[in-house]
């Protein structure tokens, strides 16, 4: 009997443990980086279930010169009417460019608040500071707003950090100061931030992951205002009554039931309940004429791009299918007809949230978001609108500066090491558990499609005879994808070795990050250096670009497009590996990076090399292959700076002979895309010709494709700097750094090109064949002198070989097909433009 009564007890604790480590797994998000920093102060501070560490404690590392930080403090009456006022009472103060440094313990999505109140402190009054914030890779604050003294700020920002350490500087201006009372710096969910959103109009926009955000405004529509304490990831989101225009067509709603959270869709981390439930509800009459929009009125920038996200959730509807409304940002239409209880959202009192992306706002800066009526027929009218978040994007201007901290704070490892081993083997074994426990759970979640919130679970995937299972349309939960080609099997690489040439993905060697994941440099065991690209299980992109890069890159052979080595797709994993580009990508060599300028004559024979990896890819088979992502970042350079065309992902195959164009969802990267394509949403290799055309633009001019920050006229490259060109002054806004290298007669005739790229119809465009015929010209004038400057490249375009036609694949025996490829790819142009030259005729 006491044996068996032993046993139970036994099981009875193990229930308990096993209970304590799911609900430990269940719990909410942990952030792995958790800085809480009261500046300036030498006392922790207290602040609901959160405390701040003095900056002062071991585990922060400050960067100043000597007796050029101050440790100020005003008193409790100045703040006692702020929120989280105990951080307010104290400021660090620098009158020389100083920093904060935190050790990242991972990377990917952060929360970085920066806390400020300008209060007098002896002769210092900080209402007057002036000063900018930046980190290694952008700048947060180019010039500090300057609010009255009696106001705090809290300054938001989401930043993607792929460093190993985060190094916030504050740098003054002039003789000013800078100052700042708290900082934050904590881990967000990887996907809170997806890869890609709508395009206000017509579009998508890709990039998301990567971006940069500034958050302008949180609110909680139709409630009251949430604090720190009751969001999991410690936002505010403040009541909407300062916003809303038309109080009377609506009314504020709660629910007071549970919420059906639903996998794949909204939870907690993406906003809290008392977001969701609650609401403002539009008031319409089914026999009214019309029925006024429910209105909010923003401040914003004018002159930048914001990611609107909309949070849903119908807490009013008795039985699905009785709600139905439109979206609006400003007059356009960002959602139509739209239905929450829809299978693709889930059922009632499901959360849900919609992003938008609007490329540039009202120059008044005047931002207003509406929901109005659906004009279905026998529609009610009607409409809810739950919670709102408006982040910047793009806003970071100026130069960084970064005050690097002494390697002596590398002296505390051994003491933290010491501390961390003691608990080491209890942590493992929950770790484990809990890793079993999620993605078990992940592999049960269900695919939802496009229009909502995309799935964070993983497809498994097998890859013989390039056999995939991709998620549906609409209609259709789940389709089986086969493609005719053969696989060879000699591309598969264990994952085992992948493991070891990235000394198990170690965060040191990640060289950059995109939407499909991060790319890791890595050595093979013959030595090889390799690019790894390893797909984020939290991404927007999988399956569809995974499979795209094989089936191109595995019959492609051209040394101006990269080469793939190899791909893995053991463990549920899907990466790819790449030959490895010693020198990055062309658009880190023209501007945001600290590379040496590069020449006028480099810079034309790295364009020269990418136009020939894509005339090959339009030309080289019997159907075409539209790249569909033409941009600087995806121009690699070797370790000769020879380029070579990238990043497949997105690519189609284009249109049959008896057809002008492939009918396709528009995909690309915003300031690149083809207006037509945009409008039309029919592909075309001219819609690669006119993406280049803009990386064309970017070469000459060293600029980003769209930077918000500066005049309205100025934010996008194309629409500006073709301006100029049929002006005749594109000699007045290119790169400073070469200005005086070019030759007047390249210039014009680059310029010629340029603006034949970016017709606005396609048909008005050249080839890629024409273009590369051209760039060869341009560099021959370059080169040569004003000898040649009474040839006309484009008029003479059709006189030139016909080896710059069309090359079908059925010309091209499979055996032969690579050196074909390669002997096209290197045909000299030297000797048709000395016939052009040749004064004497032939």
């Known amino acids: 009997m006491d044996s068996t009564f032993r046993k139970l007890k036994l099981v009875l604790a193990l229930v308990g443990i096993i209970t304590w480590i799911i609900g430990t797994c269940n719990a909410k998000f942990t952030p792995a980086d958790n800085y809480l920093v009261n500046c300036g102060s030498t006392v922790d501070a207290t602040v609901g279930q959160r405390v701040f560490v003095a900056d002062n404690s071991q585990s922060i590392v400050l960067t100043t010169p000597q007796s050029q930080s101050i440790a100020a403090r005003t008193t ?70 300057q609010p009255s003294n009696s106001i705090s700020v809290v300054m ?81 989101w403040f009541a909407d009554q300062s916003f809303f225009r038309n109080p009377t067509v609506a009314q504020a709603v709660t629910y007071q039931e549970r919420l059906n959270y639903k996998d794949g869709s909204a939870t907690q981390d993406d906003a809290p309940d008392s977001v969701y439930n609650t609401a403002r509800r539009l008031v319409g009459q089914r026999n009214a004429s019309s029925t006024p929009n429910m209105t909010w009125e923003f401040n914003v920038d004018g002159r930048s791009s914001y990611l609107i996200r909309f949070h849903f959730c119908d807490i009013v509807s008795k039985a699905a299918f009785q709600l139905y409304f439109d979206v609006y940002v400003y007059n356009f239409s960002a959602a139509k007809d739209l239905d929450l209880s829809a299978s693709e959202f889930g059922t009632l009192a499901a959360p849900f949230y919609m992003d938008i992306v609007l490329p540039s706002s009202d120059p008044s800066g005047n ?39 002494p390697s002596a704070a590398k002296q505390q490892l051994p003491i933290i090491l010491g501390s961390v081993l003691g608990g080491i083997g209890a942590v493992i074994i929950v770790v484990v558990l809990c890793v079993v426990f999620r993605r078990k759970k992940k592999m049960k979640k269900p695919q939802t499609p496009l229009t909502s919130r995309p799935s964070s679970s993983w497809t498994p995937l097998s890859l013989n005879a390039l056999s995939f299972l991709s998620t549906g349309t609409r209609t259709t939960s789940r389709t089986t994808y086969t493609s005719g080609t053969n ?52 991404s927007h992109q999988g399956i569809r670009e995974f499979r795209t890069e094989i089936e191109l890159l595995s019959g492609l052979r051209h040394r101006h497009l990269v080469s793939l080595i190899g791909y893995c797709d053991e463990r549920n994993e899907m990466i790819l590996v790449y030959e490895y580009m010693e020198k990055g990508t062309l658009k880190g060599h023209l501007y945001g990076g600290d590379q040496p300028p590069l020449s006028w004559k480099k810079r034309l024979e790295i364009c020269i090399g990418a136009a020939r990896g894509l005339h090959y890819l339009h030309t080289g088979f019997a159907k075409s292959i539209i790249h569909r992502d033409v941009k600087s970042a995806n121009i690699l350079l070797d370790e000769n700076l020879m380029a070579k065309v990238s990043d497949f992902g997105l690519s189609k195959t284009g249109p049959e002979f008896d057809q002008t164009h492939v009918s396709t969802a528009v995909k690309g990267s915003f300031g690149y895309l083809d207006p037509e394509y945009y409008r039309r949403q029919k592909l075309t290799d001219k819609s690669d010709v006119y993406s280049f055309g803009v990386v064309l633009l970017e070469v000459i001019c060293a600029r980003p494709v769209i930077d918000p920050t500066l005049p309205r006229d100025m934010i996008n490259l194309a629409e500006w700097a073709i301006k100029w060109q049929k002006r005749g002054e594109l000699d007045q806004i290119i790169d400073k750094r070469i200005a005086g290298t070019i030759r007047p007669e390249s210039l014009r005739k680059y310029g010629e090109t340029v603006e034949k790229c970016l017709a606005e119809y396609g048909v008005e465009r050249p080839t890629m064949g024409d273009v590369l015929w051209n760039l060869e010209f341009v560099l021959q004038l370059q080169e040569a002198g004003p000898d040649m400057s009474n040839i006309d490249s484009m008029n003479q375009i059709s006189e030139l070989p016909s080896n710059a036609q069309r090359i079908s694949s059925l010309e091209i025996s499979t055996a032969d097909e690579s050196r074909t490829a390669m002997d096209y790819s290197q045909m000299s142009t030297s000797n048709a433009f000395s016939q052009l030259i040749n004064t004497e005729g032939r």
């Open 156 to 236: 938001e920002y989401s930043l993607n950090i792929t460093r190993d350490r985060l190094i916030l500087t504050f740098v003054p201006e002039g003789n000013s100061t800078s100052f700042v009372n708290a900082i934050e710096v904590v881990s967000v969910p990887d996907d809170l931030i997806t890869d890609s959103a709508q395009l206000l109009g017509v579009g998508q926009y890709l990039g998301l992951a990567a971006q940069p955000l500034q958050t302008f405004h949180r609110i909680n529509v139709g409630g009251p205002k949430v604090t720190a304490e009751n969001d999991t990831l410690a936002r505010t």
């Open 76 to 145: 409790l009456n100045s703040v006692s009417g702020f929120d989280n006022a105990e951080l307010f009472q104290t400021a660090r103060i620098f009158t020389a460019p100083s920093s904060y440094s935190f050790k990242m313990r991972s990377s990917g999505r952060h929360f970085v608040r920066l806390y400020f109140f300008p209060f007098l402190y002896q002769s210092y009054d900080l209402a007057s500071s002036k000063f900018k914030v930046s980190t290694e890779d952008v700048v947060l604050i180019d010039n500090f707003p």
């Open 487 to 538: 696989s060879d099997t000699s591309y598969r690489i264990p994952f085992v070795v992948l493991q070891e040439a990235t000394n198990h993905f170690d965060e040191q060697m990640v060289i950059g990050v995109g939407g499909f994941g991060k790319v890791y440099k890595a050595v093979l065991q013959d030595s090889t250096k390799v690019a790894v690209k390893r797909g984020n299980q939290k």
């Open 367 to 405: 931002l207003t978001v509406s929901i109005g009526p659906s004009s279905l027929p026998n529609a009610t009218p009607d409409g809810i609108l739950n919670g709102l978040e408006i982040m910047k994007m793009n806003f970071s201007s100026g130069s960084v500066y970064v005050v690097k901290p």
